[in-house]
């Protein structure tokens, strides 16, 4: 007969559907009791979902009755805790930022960075107040696309106080690091860094703090999810229909959190020849489109593969800030616009509002 301790072993390897990270690292594994009539395995659910829970279940069940000695397997289920209502009843959201925007990609490389910094810039040119976190703690960019070399400042009550540029407020690992430091964390330290930048940092009123995620589904996106209740998250793909697994996992993610896609962006959608003006798409097209009208989510918008775009982010101005009349700045705050407009279209109970 096994162990309880084998059972619990086996149990790592069954995957939160969406995420990457195991059942038992997610907390939904309680107990594990082994007797003469088999393995019963109890478990709290982290959601609601009926669906989510029935995947869970007959994973568990398929992955312990295929272990030597089992004769039968029992599934248990306990109350479930919910907290993604605690999240939006608690104290889970950032005092006196508004709406909280997560900008995503299911894998790294397509210029979410890129998006995210001129998508905040393209919100505070319409007015809004904008907070810019960048969460991506293993390759932090940020601080090079807005040209920020400063630390920041601490207030009596040990808060930190967030830099500002071109009217953001801004907080990323990369403002306390040297640049040619290697980050080698594991989760347990990114959770804590990324619950003291949404927990201990003077924000102040904000209309919207936009984060800027790292790739993947991973620990960031758990804390971040855990932490405070999403208004929206915004998915950052190329045109490539190989990338729409990738889509499919970020939209799953968000869908497990409770939180609504606000939409998504084809990013090097195409490229204009500087020296002939012909239009030639690299990566193919239509890929961000069909993306969105598969999963039933919103096209924002398309941004090609422009060279003063990453000129401006290299500069440390991106481009919505250093030639605001840009085509290729109107279509970021086109963009804007229309996650605007989304997210006064959509239930006042499925958006979050923190005050």
Same mark, same amino acid.
């Given at each position: ?22 059942? *038992? ?8 009791? =082994? $007797?003469?009539?088999? /393995?019963? #395995?109890? !478990? @709290? ?54 709406? *909280? ?8 490389? =397509? $210029?979410?960075?890129? /998006?995210? #910094?001129? !998508? @905040? ?65 594991? $989760? ?74 606000? $939409? ?92």
């Amino acid at each position: 007969m096994v162990t309880p301790q084998q059972v619990l072993e086996e149990l790592k390897k069954v995957r939160y559907p969406g995420f990457t990270r195991d059942i *038992v690292s997610f907390g939904m594994v309680k107990d594990v009791e =082994v $007797g003469s009539t088999g /393995v019963n #395995v109890i !478990l @709290a659910p982290t959601t609601a979902r009926q669906d989510v829970i029935r995947q869970i279940r007959e994973a568990v069940t398929a992955a312990v009755t295929q272990m030597p000695g089992v004769t039968a397997v029992n599934v248990t289920l306990i109350e479930p805790e919910q907290p993604v209502r605690r999240m939006q009843q608690g104290p889970a959201g950032v005092p006196g930022v508004h709406h *909280v925007l997560a900008v995503a990609s299911g894998k790294g490389g =397509v $210029g979410k960075s890129t /998006v995210a #910094v001129n !998508l @905040a810039l393209a919100l505070t040119a319409l007015g809004k107040r904008v907070g810019l976190l960048d969460c991506d703690v293993y390759g932090p960019s940020v601080p090079l696309m807005l040209g920020l070399h400063e630390r920041p400042k601490w207030t009596d009550e040990r808060c930190i106080v967030p830099l500002e540029k071109f009217g953001l407020k801004v907080i990323s690992l990369g403002v306390f690091i040297d640049d040619r430091t290697p980050i080698i964390w594991r $989760g347990p330290m990114i959770n804590k860094l990324l619950t003291q930048f949404l927990r201990e940092v003077e924000w102040g009123e904000l209309d919207f703090l936009v984060l800027d995620l790292p790739p993947g589904t991973g620990d960031a996106q758990l804390t971040i999810a855990q932490q405070v209740p999403l208004s929206g998250g915004v998915i950052v793909t190329t045109p490539q229909h190989v990338a729409l697994l990738d889509v499919k996992r970020s939209v799953t993610m968000f869908q497990q959190v409770n939180a609504p896609v606000l $939409g998504v962006i084809e990013n090097m959608s195409y490229h204009i020849c500087s020296g002939c003006g012909e239009r030639a798409e690299i990566f193919g097209h239509g890929g961000g489109q069909e993306m969105a009208k598969q999963f039933h989510v919103p096209f924002l918008g398309e941004i090609p593969l422009v060279g003063d775009i990453r000129e401006a982010s290299d500069t440390g101005k991106p481009i919505v800030v250093a030639q605001p009349d840009h085509p290729q700045s109107q279509a970021f705050r086109a963009i804007a616009e229309r996650i605007l407009t989304e997210i006064a279209n959509r239930p006042s109970d499925e958006l979050p509002t923190i005050h």
